[in-house]
């Protein structure tokens, strides 16, 4: 092309060219990246080790609950603020998103744990037995009183990486699958390292927090939106999925350790689905899933620079709720290097 040729607008000046983007991982954090930077016109190229969005990530054992409100019971302000965005977010990009809310319920013996849930969170109303039964109308006559957070949403989140991969894909992106590459190798004006506990050689106060969940599936049961059954020694949730599926989870143990499941979890995970519905102790185990998080001390995520890699990363136990605010904030970052912060306490409300 000739220099007479090139289109310089009205100013006379070039365009700035967008920058060429190398992301490695395909985990809900380094997709939900690769989908902001394509939208903001950059060019990208994800590097997954596995052979398909989330093969290697924690992300395919998500619970998938889209719930800032019901998070705000034990996580920090930031959560609960940029995990508002997340429900809408994910409605633009891919398929499958329910807006039914959560339902917080309690045995009658732990009326006080539902006490403290409602005084720890927002945007919730408190439900009697008949409006329960309402809701769910299986878990009709089993709780008198529970609390209702209709605002929130949930996804399946093995259906919602593949949507996600198949957005990159749609939008000019390149997926390499079976592609193991240190960040440092990668071409590219900018890399994003978003490998989780895979990046711990490069953020050393970077730990893992071991969760465990089963997958059962059942005919006798049938729940609209995630159920959370509070408990003083393990809460419980239990997301419906298509096919007769729920998923319950999770454990938060703190080891980086990804071997099988203890007898314990095993124990109060089918313990707590038997609690909600007697109908769970004649489910199928379909599969049992044990991964690590990764978190920083303060269980926020951060994003930090070093050099032209920029790690996006300590997501905890927040990756759909919080991938989508964090991907507009790296975006951001490598748009306009001066806006990184180094946490989450530092982003203004």
Known sequence: MSPSSIHHGQSGVAPK???????VGAGVVGLACAVELLSRGARVTVHERGAFAGAQACSWWAGGMLAPWCEGESAEEPV??????????WERHVEGVVR???????????RTELRRFASRTSHCVEID???IAALEPDLAGRFAKGLFFESEGHLDPRRALTGLAAKVQALGGTIHFDSEVEAADLDGDVVLDCRGLGAREALPDL???????LLLRTRDVTLSRPIRL??????LYIVPRADGLFMVGATMIESGDRSAISARSMLELLGGAYALHPSFGEAQVVEIGVDARPAYPDNLPRLTRRGRVLHVNGFYRHGFLLSPAMARLAAEAVLDPTS?????HDIAA
């Open 17 to 23: 060219a967008q920058p060429h983007v190398g992301i």
């Open 80 to 89: 609960v603020r940029l995990g508002q965005e997340a429900a809408a977010w």
């Open 100 to 110: 039914k809310g959560t339902l917080v319920v309690a045995p009658s013996r732990d």
């Open 129 to 131: 037995g008949e409006a």
């Open 207 to 213: 730990r893992g927090v071991k969760g465990e969940m």
């Open 230 to 235: 509070l408990h003083p020694r393990i809460p």
């Open 340 to 344: 990184v912060p180094e946490r989450l």
